[in-house]
């Protein structure tokens, strides 16, 4: 399987969002009586999206809204909300800086250690405000946030790093034991990223919980600029669902997959769990909301995994509360709100009743969808004609 790219030198074609679409269904639901939850350890979910873990879009206020709304926020243990007891004042000073000032006070501001004291701090905010903890750090770090995470109280405990492998090799360092991990640890365990049939397959059988499939498609995200890899979202889920597939098969255990990054909109997001996803992971959506951190300002942060310089400021608009996004009503005409409503109206469309039905949507490669017919939308440059 491929295509020749040189003497000897064969490709496999992967694709992407824009590059497919789904097919409608012989049999419609009513969107509204489809069921779009989804499970991970046992315990179900209404909403199958994640919020990143980006200082930018995820602090406790957030984590507990997004919670109220039926979803999950990943908080990072490793940025401003674990470094400064009063991280709102930063992240406004941030916010504020202009862009001569921000490079030099980021890099003062992440040079103020991490105190171990507030990772229980952030969390058990989090959970007095009724909302699951969901909490991310590095795998150098794993063991020892992890075990401090658990004992606080933490509900979800996210491992990620740019390619996460259970064979890593160095001399230069101690080697983490995604095993270990997995099996010490009393709460889910989401490991990431990855993009491969093999890498998912020996990561779930380390024990992850989940896996966070995506290497490099965040809208923040360097990594294939800079290092030229990462697959094409569509082609990395499909492959890691049928790892997924396989590994129920063979052992039983049933471990969801959560598409991470590059989906712009509902309809991406659509696209995602139609190529097998079980939820999705979305960062720059939720940037732009008014409860992100530095509200008003129109900002965001990189993750730590993101090969930018830790913290780098990413300038976005803010398009609306975080139930707006969710549920709407969409005042948008990009697909950016009411995310949900968007998802539950594919489902219907394309006869699933479940997010399981979902992932057998027929789907074909048409890489003309965004702009087939849209004469007046690229002459007023609103919805698709924006993309043009």
Request: charged share 20%; net charge negative; proline share 4%.
């Amino acid at each position: 399987m491929g295509m020749w790219v040189g003497r000897g030198r064969k490709a496999r074609r992967c694709y992407g969002f824009d590059e497919i679409a789904l097919v409608p269904g012989e049999v419609t639901i009513n969107p509204n009586e489809v069921d779009c939850r989804w499970e991970l350890g046992g315990k179900k979910y209404e909403i199958p999206i994640l919020a990143a873990a980006m200082d930018g879009v995820v602090d406790t206020r957030f984590a507990i809204e997004m919670g109220k709304l039926g979803a999950i926020a990943v908080l990072n243990l490793e940025g401003v909300q674990t470094r400064y007891k009063n991280p709102e004042e930063v992240l406004n000073e941030i916010a504020h800086a202009s862009d001569e000032e921000v490079t030099t006070l980021l890099q003062n501001v992440y040079q103020e250690p991490i105190k171990e004291e507030l990772i229980g701090v952030r969390i058990e905010e989090i959970k007095k405000g009724g909302a699951p903890a969901a909490v991310s750090a590095i795998p150098q770090r794993a063991y020892q946030f992890g075990k401090l995470a658990e004992e606080a109280g933490a509900d979800v405990f996210v491992v990620q790093s740019t390619v996460a492998t259970v064979r890593h090799i160095s001399t230069e360092y101690e080697i983490v034991d995604f095993s270990k991990i997995c099996s010490d640890m009393k709460i889910p365990v989401i490991l990431g990223n990855c993009v491969t049939y093999n890498t998912s397959l020996e990561l779930m059988e380390a024990g992850a919980d989940a896996l966070l499939i995506g290497v490099g498609p965040g809208a923040a995200c360097t990594t294939r600029g800079v290092l030229g890899i990462g697959v094409p979202q569509v082609t990395a889920t499909a492959d890691c669902a049928a790892a997924r597939d396989f590994h129920f098969k063979q052992t039983g255990r049933y471990v969801p997959i959560i598409t991470d990054g590059g989906m712009k909109g509902g309809g991406d997001i659509c696209k995602a769990f139609a190529s097998g996803a079980d939820s999705v992971m979305v960062g720059s959506a939720f940037a732009k909301a008014e409860e992100a951190p530095g509200k008003g300002h129109h900002w965001g942060m990189a993750t730590p995994h993101a090969n930018l310089p830790r913290g780098t400021r990413i300038r976005v608009g803010t398009t609306g509360t975080l139930k707006q996004i969710l549920y709407g009503p969409a005042v948008m005409d990009d697909g950016s709100q009411n995310l949900v409503g968007a998802l539950k109206t594919s489902m219907g469309n394309c006869g699933s009743s479940n997010i399981r039905e979902m992932q057998l949507t027929e789907l074909i490669i048409a890489p003309s969808i965004q702009t087939e017919g849209k004469i007046f939308q690229k002459s007023q440059h609103v919805g698709m004609g924006k993309t043009d």
